[in-house]
């Protein structure tokens, strides 16, 4: 029902540095990202696609960080078949999931996704994770659904051929898990990306809080109903002696 699409491109603004590493200052304006969020209901996909451009160095480390907001959740054993299933994408995240929790009970969280583009024909690393919308407090007006915004990643690129992060005075260097193993920090360099339009929207359906009171009667008649049929048959049958 919903499918946004979020294109962003990369702004710098120093000449000095061309090339560093095998990485050029043009090369790195060229980069376009772009996420997306599939499907509809509570279960969707959400697809983060890099664009660069030919000359792509030889082995280049990307690492997207993902902010997902409270009424966003991912589960942390589906993501590890995905770890399984593809050697080119690892996920991290920054604290445990509740699976369970509503939206208002819970906190935001990060999803760190690695990926390595290896050889110079690679021009477009396209990944996708499933995230799952949490249920929200039922509306006691006319309110039929809330809307969820999903911030764009940070974008943090790192070259196997350049281990000085130092090298690149005039870009922003971070620190963060070389791997999704999360057994040693790397440097990293964080590319400045256009907040213009730094979110996609999803419409999630909340409850009607005034049905709160029929939904409680309700569900005590079937139960009263369901036990006293189960009642009469266990006395029917003998089953208990």
């Known amino acids: ?13 120093d000449d000095k540095d061309q090339n560093i590493c095998g990485i050029g200052r043009q090369w790195l304006e060229s980069i376009l990202v772009s996420t997306e969020c599939n499907g509809n209901g509570f279960h969707r996909e959400m697809v983060t696609t890099v664009k660069f451009s030919p000359d792509v160095p030889n082995v280049l480390n990307v690492l997207l960080v993902h902010k997902l907001p409270r009424g966003i959740y991912v589960d942390p054993y589906q993501l590890a078949t995905l770890n399984d ?7 991290l995240l920054d ?4 699976l369970e929790a509503p939206a208002h009970r819970t906190g935001g969280f990060s999803a760190l996704l690695y990926a390595t583009l290896v050889g110079q024909r690679s021009k477009l690393l396209k990944k996708s994770i499933p995230i799952h919308c949490r249920y929200h407090e039922p509306s006691f ?8 915004n999903i911030g764009s990643p940070d974008l943090l690129l790192r070259s196997e051929t350049c281990n000085d992060g130092s090298n690149f005075k005039s870009y922003s260097i971070v620190d963060a898990p070389c791997t999704a ?7 990293w360099v964080q590319i400045r990306l256009n907040k213009e339009q730094s979110h996609v929207s999803l419409q999630i359906p909340v409850g009607d809080g005034s049905l709160v009171i029929h939904v409680i009667c309700g569900t005590l ?21």
């Open 1 to 13: 029902l919903y499918n946004f699409v979020l294109t962003i491109p990369v702004y710098f603004s």
């Open 85 to 91: 299933s593809d050697s080119h994408l690892q996920i």
């Open 95 to 98: 604290s445990p999931i509740n």
């Open 141 to 148: 007006g006319d309110q039929k659904a809330v809307i969820v």
């Open 181 to 187: 193993t999360n057994s040693s920090i790397c440097s």
């Open 221 to 241: 008649l079937v139960t009263f109903i369901c036990c006293s049929a189960l009642s009469l048959k266990i006395w029917k049958h003998r089953v208990l002696t």
